[in-house]
């Protein structure tokens, strides 16, 4: 009967940890040195990807004369899922880590750094509204800014 009580104490212990616990995807804030902002950058694309399949599908399943309502609500939560990843590289891995303070003073750098800014801007703005919406313009603007800012980020650094 112990052991059982035990088994029960720590199922219930396990149980309460993974529903109050917080699951966080970025690399480190440690700062390790380790970065691969590459793959970072083919992990947005990635996302942006799977957010136009998503979007694709909702349109087509939503279009057929009985919908399955099930597979629309699976294909809106991976929407979603994904724009919230795409958000999460964005801010944790760039804007937190990344992206650093430039001095004002220094025209060029600081050019530079309102540039990926303003782009790493964009990137939070439209996948937001990639969850608002099956709309596939978002996709294109996804697109375009991924890789304007691939060309600003780059430009200065190490593919």
């Known amino acids: 009967m112990k052991n059982y009580k ?3 104490f720590a199922g219930l212990f396990t149980l309460i940890l993974t529903n109050f616990s917080t699951k966080t995807y970025a690399h480190c804030e440690i700062p ?3 970065y691969e ?3 970072r950058i083919e992990l947005i694309k990635e996302h942006i990807t799977t957010i136009e399949k998503s979007m694709k599908m909702i349109i087509e399943l939503s279009e057929e004369e009985v ?3 099930n597979q629309i609500v699976r294909w809106v939560v991976n929407k979603e899922e994904h724009a919230k990843k795409l ?3 964005v801010s944790q891995y760039f804007l937190h880590q990344r ?3 430039t001095d004002p003073e220094n025209e060029e750098m600081y050019a530079k750094y309102i540039e990926r800014l303003t782009l790493l801007h964009e990137l939070l703005v439209y996948s937001m509204k990639a969850k608002q919406t099956t709309d596939l313009q978002y996709i294109e603007k996804l697109r375009t800014t991924i890789d304007d800012f691939e060309h600003a980020y780059f430009h200065t650094h190490e593919h």
């Open 37 to 39: 902002d590459t793959i």
């Open 32 to 34: 390790c040195g380790i």
């Open 99 to 101: 992206i650093k303070p």
């Open 6 to 8: 035990r088994l029960l």
């Open 67 to 69: 919908p399955n309502y």
């Open 87 to 89: 958000q999460d590289i």
